[in-house]
């Protein structure tokens, strides 16, 4: 019976679920009550303050300049390679931008001298702001943080970059009008004979019939071509003249002589 | 904003001043028309732009290689046609290199001259085993160390180029072997 006892008991035990037992009113007191915690709320990571702290910016503003013409450049031990000339012409600050105002951190930049007769007075308000004179171009650098920021009327030359380093090129590519598929997607064309009629130059097909029904995005078809921003990178300078104001760079530039160009620190190389 | 009795006040005073009658219907009543005009300061560029330099920019950074690859000059006379000592197509010109002991001279007929600033090059043409072999080279390349002329011809063809002579009587042969042999 003892044994059976035992065995009820031990039974009981196993099978009993924590019950709620109220054993009266009771009221907790108000400190060791849980007080509400207001978690502050994540940044939304859609947003223009993260994207802008996501990207991979520079320290410190570039310069811009003038794709003036090629050149050959010989080293010491008798390599020959090809070089761009870029003009830097009276480079001045003219403004700053701050995240409180406009959202991000960029040096506006300046480039060369324009008659005032050919400003807006808009602008002409601009440059007297900077006590600058009226410039030809105007061009803006995103830095990463306020370390990168340079005073207002700043004047930057070629020596901001040294020689040997490396240096991202933007520029404007040379333009050239409305391309065929040959020349824009370097599509083969059709074949010269074997009954190819007025199509020799064509790219063919443009996709299916029925099904789909409709042409893809993102086709390649005839089009404007050029005259796009197109971004060099990792160019080395090779010569740096701050006194004459120009620049060497190995390699080409995109876009024709004349063309402005942004030059900043290599992004990859830092 | 502003109302609109200051710009019918203004409406008014402009009109008498014109002359003719000043319609501002079309215009946004919250600009009020100024008859002052604020003076802005322009000034001046720098003392160190470029202003007309910037056209002849090119030629500044040309004369900087000048000086870096061809100090003495000798290099720029070859190619001087005021030079009566220049060179010209129908020499024959041998080329010598810094560390010859590694590099060996080359000697050729000069086919063509290519006047290109800094980027000038000869084109020299000669035989090695009955293979016409044809090199370019650049005047202001620091590698080189000399340029000889080794001889005149007879008579030099009224051309700048000849490239024609390439399978001809008049074909460049292998100097190198012929100096060794004759002392050219």
Known sequence: MSLLNTILFNSRIISSYPKLVRTGASLTSLDAAVTTITSKAAPVNHSAEMARLRKRLPSRPGLVGVKKG???????????????????????VLYTKTPAKEGYYAVQ???????????????LGHFARAEVNPKEAIYEFQVKDETGLLEIGTELKADHFKEGQYVDLKSVSKGKGFAGVMKRWHFAGLRASHGTS???????????????????????????MGHKNATIQNSEVIEVNAEKG????????????????KIQDAIKKQ | ?????????????????????????????????????RTI????????????KSGQLMDTVRGDLYQKFDPSGWR???????????????????????????????????????????????LLRSKVSQ?????????????IERIDRVRKPYKYNQRNRHYYIKGSKRDASDYESLSKRTGL
């Open chain 1, 70 to 92: 090629m050149i050959s450049y010989f080293t010491p031990s008798g390599e020959k390679f090809p070089c761009t000339v870029v003009e830097i012409d009276s480079v001045e």
């Open chain 1, 246 to 261: 120009y620049i060497l760079i190995k390699g080409p530039i995109s876009g024709a002589n004349g063309t402005f160009v």
């Open chain 2, 41 to 52: 300061p322009v000034y001046e560029p720098l003392a160190t732009a470029h202003g007309e």
């Open chain 2, 1 to 37: 904003m502003f109302s609109r009795t200051s710009t019918s006040v203004l409406r008014t005073s402009i009109s008498s001043c014109l002359g003719k009658p000043f319609c501002v219907a079309q215009r946004a009543n919250y600009i009020v028309p100024s008859k002052k005009r």
């Open chain 1, 198 to 224: 007025v199509a020799h130059r064509h790219g063919g097909s443009y996709g299916q019939n029925q099904t789909p029904g409709r042409v893809y995005p993102g086709r390649k078809m005839p089009g404007h």
């Open chain 1, 109 to 123: 930049l300046g480039y060369g001298a324009v008659s005032s007769k050919k400003i807006s007075r808009a602008m």
């Open chain 2, 131 to 143: 293979v016409g072999v044809e090199r370019r080279f650049s005047i202001y390349n620091p590698f």
């Open chain 2, 76 to 122: 720029r006379e070859l190619l001087n046609h005021t030079n009566k000592e220049c060179l010209r197509a129908g020499d024959i010109v041998r080329v010598i290199f810094k560390d010859s002991l590694k590099n060996p001279s080359y000697v050729g007929y000069l086919m063509a001259i290519d006047r290109n600033g800094p980027d000038s090059t000869i």
